[in-house]
T-cell receptor
Framework: ETGVTQTPRHLVMGMTNKKSLKCEQHLGHNAMYWYKQSAKKPLELMFVYNFKEQTENNSVPSRFSPECPNSSHLFLHLHTLQPEDSALYLC???????????????FGPGTRLTVL | GQNIDQPTEMTATEGAIVQINCTYQTSGFNGLFWYQQHAGEAPTFLSYNVLDGLEEKGRFSSFLSRSKGYSYLLLKELQMKDSASYLCAVGDSNYQLIWGAGTKLIIKP
């Protein structure tokens, strides 16, 4: 595997379900990100991990819970979601967090999430 | 507040040239990125500008004017596969990327 991979690619869940999204990067990067992408809206940064430490949480509701066990893996745990949470969830990685070209982010294919 | 503006949609003809503009207002500046995103796929990195001027990469070029808070992506010899959304993003003083909503480019034969 190369680049950034995400599983599952598609997920349908009820409002009472608990599920997890997985992201893995094979680029030797130290920073990983979760984004939400809704139709015709800018990418919304949710969480940032730099060297396995969470450095940013952009006012994300607690029904989204990230986990970063090592610099190659990132999870997003989901519980009691709302229909408005339906979106494309993208994972990305960069060499490190700190500005400049090392912040160039490489994205996974995303998980298309539908909450019923 | 911080803001990135791009046209929502543009149409161009195969073989032609198109310029996609991006204007920004951010607290600080740590570089400007352009990404391409085909429908249903991940964004892919196209270019990075931090100094004023034009950066050329094959058929794609990106221009930056920091004093004007302005950038453009220039696509030459358009091909049908260039039909995609083009995202502009600016690094602010906290090294956070501020993203535009993207410009959907439609290429017609």
């Amino acid at each position: 595997e190369t680049g950034v991979t995400q599983t599952p690619r598609h997920l349908v869940m009820g409002m009472t379900n608990k599920k997890s999204l997985k992201c893995e990067q094979h680029l030797g990067h130290n920073a990983m990100y979760w984004y939400k992408q809704s139709a015709k809206k800018p990418l919304e940064l949710m969480f940032v991990y730099n060297f396995k430490e969470q450095t940013e949480n952009n006012s994300v509701p607690s029904r989204f819970s990230p986990e970063c066990p090592n610099s190659s893996h990132l999870f997003l745990h989901l519980h009691t979601l709302q229909p408005e949470d339906s979106a494309l969830y993208l994972c990305a990685s960069s060499q490190e967090r700190g500005g400049g070209p090392t912040d160039t982010q490489y994205f996974g294919p995303g998980t298309r999430l539908t909450v019923l | 507040g911080q803001n990135i503006d791009q046209p929502t949609e543009m149409t161009a003809t195969e073989g032609a040239i198109v310029q996609i503009n991006c204007t920004y207002q951010t607290s600080g500046f740590n570089g400007l990125f352009w990404y391409q995103q085909h429908a249903g796929e991940a964004p892919t990195f196209l270019s990075y500008n931090v100094l004023d001027g034009l950066e050329e990469k094959g058929r794609f070029s990106s221009f930056l004017s920091r004093s004007k808070g302005y950038s453009y992506l220039l696509l030459k010899e358009l091909q049908m596969k260039d039909s995609a959304s083009y995202l502009c993003a600016v690094g602010d003083s906290n090294y956070q990327l501020i993203w535009g909503a993207g410009t959907k480019l439609i290429i017609k034969p």
